[in-house]
């Protein structure tokens, strides 16, 4: 029961207070996972705080939404092509959108913590992986999330004080965050000035900062830094002017030593995933190495995001 509170309050954050836990629609459980999500041996997951990153190998393990419904997963190995490894799904609800999800590794227990919106109410998830089975639970947080079309969180495990952010990027042409706050999110404001902007992803968790990665319906891609104090206004770099108008949605991983990112997007319209891997992120100075597009099968679902491990940070910026 201590195990389980404390995996909910990891992921238990949110717009509104937290009501009765309530299920989404059709949540069903699929036994016998395959990997990679059920196995943390693949390389993606950290059970303890550190910020030493691999420096060579690395896989970037990317998580997408499925018809049935169900969620399921791609390792990705850098290349040109990168070379994809799909597996077997398992049964999930319906989602619309899915912030990433951070596998939490103890003695008795492995599972993953997440955010997710079916229609316009938002959830929490743990999903357990046993031997044999995957035992998702859902919470619901509350309603209000319509216009939301992405939404993105940020975890800073490393040092006192922790913190996590809840990012949402609205209809409206705003830019909301919310900070965790026990087992629910307090409202930090929003920034407006984003109409034009369509996808996003986090590539920095600092105690200072986070950093998004953001494309415009035009295709141009972009660096957003949002201070950690509420009243600072985020920090824009152009990284580049086009190339990025495809992607509904984008994930990213960090690889190497010295602040790399590897950054895949999703073609919603061609079921396809296109890798990338970045320097360290500095405006149009950032080197940005196109390894095209992932081999080895599609996407069938609406969006992807990323998989990873709660001690896991990015530092891309």
Request: glycine content about 12%.
């Amino acid at each position: 029961m201590k195990l389980q509170r404390f995996a909910l309050a990891l992921a238990g954050v949110g717009m509104l207070a937290a009501t009765a836990a309530a299920g989404p629609a059709t949540a069903a459980v699929r036994s016998n996972p395959t990997p990679a999500i059920a196995h943390s041996a693949e390389g993606n997951l950290k059970t303890t705080p550190n910020t030493k990153l691999a420096s060579a190998g690395c896989l970037q393990d990317v998580g997408f939404n499925t018809p049935t419904p169900g969620i399921n997963d791609v390792l990705v190995t850098p290349a040109k092509p990168p070379r994809g490894e799909w597996f077997g799904e398992f049964k999930f609800v319906g989602t619309r959108l899915n912030t990433t999800w951070y596998g939490v590794l103890t003695d008795t227990h492995f599972y993953y913590h997440s955010l997710f919106v079916q229609g316009g109410t938002l959830y929490r998830g743990v999903t357990y992986f046993d031997t044999d089975n995957a035992r998702p639970t859902y919470a619901r947080i509350g309603s209000g999330w319509t216009s939301f079309t992405q939404l993105v969180t940020s975890n800073y495990a490393i040092t006192a004080p922790n913190r996590s952010y809840l990012y949402g990027l609205s209809t409206n042409g705003s830019l909301y965050r919310y900070a965790a706050s026990g087992a629910t999110f307090r409202a930090l404001g929003h920034f407006p000035g984003f109409e034009g902007f369509k996808a996003m992803t986090v590539i920095s968790e600092t105690p200072t900062y986070d950093t998004l990665l953001m494309t415009t319906k035009a295709g141009a891609l972009w660096t957003v830094r949002i201070p950690a104090a509420a009243s600072t206004k985020p920090i824009l770099k152009l990284v580049r002017s086009t190339g990025f108008a495809a992607y509904e949605s984008l994930a990213a991983r960090e690889c190497g030593v010295k602040g790399g990112t590897l950054v895949t997007g999703f073609d919603n319209d061609t079921d396809s995933a296109y890798q990338y891997a970045m320097s360290k992120f500095n405006g149009s100075a950032t080197a940005v190495t196109s390894y095209g597009r992932v081999t080895g099968g599609t996407i069938p679902g609406t969006g992807i995001f990323s998989i990873t491990g709660h001690w896991n940070q990015l530092i891309g910026e």
